[in-house]
Every structure is written in structure tokens, then in C-alpha cells.
């Protein structure tokens, strides 16, 4: 199989500031979170876009979609969702006198699963295979899922009743979790002033299409990461194994997934290479949802981001250089 040629910084970084721009048209003062979720995008990764109600989770994610000409389902999950609305199912066809497979939502290129921990943990495992292995097994027969394919999930974690948490293995799926968090005074005087984000986001027009997205996903990975930079990495993961407060650590998919999203960061500042400063700024973001508190961390209130945080902030960053 042919290697990809290598991506040329600028290809992806223009790429990656038009889509950048045209989500900040829908969602204003967030411009670190909308970076993240890009870093995700051009990753070829999936999104875990979590926080409080009315801050712009779903609009972001609609933003993403309309700003890739690909196309684009959304699943609203409900608690009487049932797997084959997700991955579809083998009806009788009496002409032709045989089983036809009717596909579901995540046959699209980009999924948005909306308020996705509203779904049972049945409903929610359909996702599984899909975003780990791209692609979906219905009664016996396995069917590809076209590239680019990302799901982008949305999620309360505010609200208990009703809900069901995502599991740890459905977590690791996903290659970044971004927190939106409300806009600060200026950027929600500029909210209250405009008062169109709905009539903005109906007229997003797509910026890059997917056949692109697909080339530059291919090609991040021949980014340069330094032998500084993956000690660094390894470092982070194994400090999160030894932390007293967690009960569960980074696995190596989570090692990997940073390791990727470094690549796609690098390229977005326009080098070709990693320098240790992008995967200690994607860290929180990347690994925050892949460990788990220990009892007594979670008695005294820890919260899982503030210790990778501290962990970041522990483990020292060695030189930055290219080579």
C-alpha cells in the first residue's frame, strides 16, 4: 500500500482556519474549544462535546457538520431508542423475495448523537464497533462505513434523572472531550446583540468537502514527533497509572489518540513537526476523560480533570526542537 505523501503545514492549516472561522460565526468567545474540536476534525478522530444546557453544545457540533461538504445525519437519543435506529436492520422484502438491509443513522459521514447518555447502555454499546473499527455488523453481515466518518456526541453531565453514563470503554472511543463553558461579558453582550445564531447556522455554507478531510487525515500522520516529544507522552500516560487519586490510568489508545492529535496540532500552527508544548496543551482534553477516580478521590470531591491537570503540571517538559 502506497505511504501518504507528506502533508505540507499550510495545506492544513488553511483547511483548518476557514472551518475554524466558520464555526466562530455560530459560536463567539469560544475560540480554545472550537481549536480543540478542528484538532478532533482534521484527526479523523470522534468528539465528546460535554456541559451545562444552553451554552452551544449542539451548535457547535451542526456548525462542524455544515462546514464539511459531507454528509450528515443527527440521532436525538432517547431512552426508547433502540439499537437498530442506530445501526440499522434486515426487513423482509417480498419482491425479492429476500432480506433487505435498511441502513440507520450512523451511515452518514458525520453523526451527531445528541444528548447521547439519554440512550440505555444497550442503545449506547451500538456505537462500539462503529467507532472503533468503522463499521457496522447486522445479522452476520458487516457493512463499511465511508470516510471520513466522526461522531459527535453531546452530553449534560449536570443531569442525573433520566440518564445513563457513558461506560469507561465507550469514553476511550473518543478521541478528545471539549467543554464549551459559558462566554465571558463581551462575547455574550455580542450574543444578545446579534440574536441570529439560529439564522446563522442555516446559513453556513461547507468551507472544505470530505474528500480533502480524508487526505489531510491521512497525511497528519506524517507529522515529525520527536523522540523528546514521545517520552513526553509516555511520561504523561504512565504518571496517570501511578496517580494515588485514579483508579484507572490512560490506556495506550489514549497514548496513541494524543500522540495523533499533537500531529494534527502541529500542522494547524503551520510546522511539520511535534514540540513537546502541543501534547502538554492537548493533554486535558484528550486524556481528562479516559481515567477514573478512586473511591476515596471521589469522598473528597476530586474531579478527574483537575487531577490530569495536576499531572501535567507534575511531569516536566522537556526541550522543545524538531528534531
Known amino acids: 500500500m502506497a505511504q501518504p505523501a507528506p502533508l505540507h503545514p499550510l495545506d492544513l492549516r488553511e483547511s483548518f482556519e476557514a472551518v475554524t472561522a ?25 468528539l465528546l462535546i460535554e456541559d451545562v444546557p ?26 426508547d ?4 435506529d442506530v445501526t440499522g436492520v434486515s426487513i423482509w422484502n417480498r419482491v425479492e423475495n429476500d432480506f433487505e438491509f435498511r441502513p440507520g443513522g450512523i451511515f452518514a459521514n458525520i453523526v451527531l448523537a445528541d444528548e447521547v447518555n439519554r440512550a440505555s447502555p444497550k442503545t449506547q454499546s451500538a456505537l462500539l464497533e462503529a467507532m472503533e473499527e468503522r463499521q457496522v455488523t447486522v445479522d452476520a453481515h458487516t457493512y463499511r462505513l465511508d470516510r471520513p466518518f466522526m461522531v459527535i456526541a453531546t452530553q449534560n453531565p449536570v443531569e442525573l434523572e433520566g440518564t445513563y453514563p457513558l461506560p469507561e470503554a465507550q469514553l476511550d472511543r473518543f478521541l478528545l472531550r471539549v467543554r464549551i463553558g459559558y462566554p465571558d461579558r463581551s462575547a455574550e453582550l455580542e450574543i444578545l446583540e446579534h440574536d441570529s445564531g439560529r439564522a ?3 446559513d453556513l455554507e461547507p468551507v472544505i ?13 506524517t507529522i515529525h514527533v520527536s523522540e523528546s516529544a514521545r517520552r513526553y507522552i509516555v511520561d504523561l500516560v504512565d504518571a496517570t497509572r501511578r496517580h494515588p487519586d485514579l483508579a ?7 497514548a496513541l489518540g494524543l500522540q495523533r492529535c499533537a500531529q494534527a496540532f502541529a500542522a494547524a500552527e ?17 486524556l481528562g476523560h479516559r481515567v477514573m477516580l478512586s473511591a476515596e478521590a471521589q469522598l473528597r470531591g476530586r474531579d478527574p480533570d483537575d487531577v490530569v491537570r495536576s499531572v501535567v503540571a507534575s511531569v516536566p517538559v522537556p526541550g522543545a526542537t524538531g528534531d
Not at 444552553?54 to 451548535?59: H, L, N, R
Not at 431508542?81 to 437498530?84: F, G, R, V, Y
Not at 510546522?271 to 482534553?285: C, E, F, G, N, T
Request: charged share 25%.
Open 248 to 254: 484507572l490510568g490512560v490506556s495506550p489508545r489514549g
Open 22 to 46: 466558520n464555526v466562530e460565526r455560530v459560536i463567539r468567545g469560544k475560540r480554545d474549544a472550537i481549536r480543540l474540536a478542528m484538532v478532533c476534525l482534521f484527526a479523523e478522530g470522534h
Open 200 to 202: 446563522d447556522l442555516e
Open 81 to 84: 431508542l433502540l439499537p437498530s
Open 54 to 79: 444552553g451554552v452551544g453544545k449542539t451548535s457547535m457540533a451542526k456548525a462542524i457538520a455544515r462546514s464539511v461538504g459531507a454528509t450528515w445525519r443527527r440521532i436525538q437519543f432517547t431512552p
Open 209 to 221: 468537502d470530505g474528500g480533502l478531510l480524508v487526505d489531510v487525515a491521512d497525511r497528519v500522520g
Open 270 to 286: 503551520g510546522r511539520d513537526y511535534v514540540i513537546p508544548d502541543d501534547p502538554k496543551w492537548l493533554a486535558p482534553a484528550v
